[in-house]
């Protein structure tokens, strides 16, 4: 639900609502200086954005309605504007505000796809912790959640998610993992690898073809984050959200939630 979510901006504020963060996005792009969450002289009334001397009130609830006109009563020559869901338009002054539109028809819903076959085997080390620290490999399955709105009552049909992932999973299957920072040259069809880590200092020859670069350690949060990026591009429009879960033995995995 959106009001569980938050929204991490450039500037690394928590935005609280979707409204905010497609405002910060605007603004970020057009290079202007904002600050979020601000409180006006030492009362207990907040207004998300300040720009300049400006103000932009986002509107989500009637609670921020009674704010907004809180605001404008008790301090007149504040310059505001809100910026909300279009069903609040008769509520404040639409000639001081700008409004969003709704589709009333939107329908979100989502889907997941457990599967024996949606599995791959791969080996990795992580340099940074000790048990890990030597190359083991593991045999995950995995589960995933298609987030996005409904096309003729459909989000995805599931034969066609389960092409999609099985076509993403055959490019990592049986493959190497490793960060990326630890490649040290390459020659021809082979990677150098090259660290110190608490189990000595490895200086390893690995195929090409075998072997999977990573941004990040090969953790199975991070392998999560990878497989949510190559599905990303394979799903249709109307998909708005990925949640890959990874299992990695009994009872123990990870899963990461990701707007694309």
């Known amino acids: 639900m959106d009001k569980d979510l938050k929204f991490l901006g450039q500037k690394k504020d928590l935005i609280e609502n979707r409204t905010g963060y497609s405002i910060s996005k605007l603004l970020d792009f057009l290079n202007i200086d904002y600050k979020y969450k601000n409180i006006i002289n030492n009362s207990d009334l907040k207004i998300d954005f300040k720009v300049g001397d400006k103000f932009i ?3 989500e609830n009637d609670s921020d309605v009674t704010e907004f006109r809180e ?4 301090f007149p020559l504040i310059e505001m504007i809100a910026v909300g869901k279009s069903s609040y338009l008769g509520k404040i002054n639409e000639m001081e505000s700008i409004f969003l539109f709704d589709k009333q ?4 819903g989502s889907i997941f796809i457990e599967d024996p ?17 030597i190359i083991h490999g593991h045999t995950s399955t995995i589960m995933v959640e298609i987030i996005g709105e409904m096309k003729n009552n ?14 993403a999973l055959y490019q990592i299957d049986h493959k190497f993992f490793i960060n990326k920072k630890y490649l040290k040259k390459e020659e ?3 990677f150098f690898i090259e660290f110190d880590g ?12 075998t072997t ?10 991070n392998l999560s984050t990878e497989i949510i990026r190559m599905l990303s591009d394979r799903m249709p429009k109307n998909v708005q959200a990925i949640g890959v879960y990874i299992y990695e033995g009994v009872n123990k995995g990870a899963h990461i939630l990701s707007y694309i």
Not at 105 to 108: L, P, R
Not at 120 to 130: G, K, N, R, S, T
């Open 57 to 59: 009130k986002i509107i």
């Open 117 to 133: 076959s949606l599995a791959f085997d791969y080996a990795h080390i992580l340099p940074l912790v000790e048990k890990c620290s």
């Open 154 to 167: 459909l989000v995805i049909d599931f034969s066609e998610a389960k092409k999609i992932i099985k076509e």
């Open 71 to 74: 605001i404008k009563e008790k």
């Open 198 to 209: 608490p189990k000595g200092y490895f200086d390893l020859k690995v195929p090409k073809y």
């Open 188 to 190: 021809g069809d082979h």
């Open 105 to 108: 028809s939107e329908q979100i």
């Open 212 to 221: 999977y670069l990573l941004e990040g350690e090969a953790t199975v949060e």
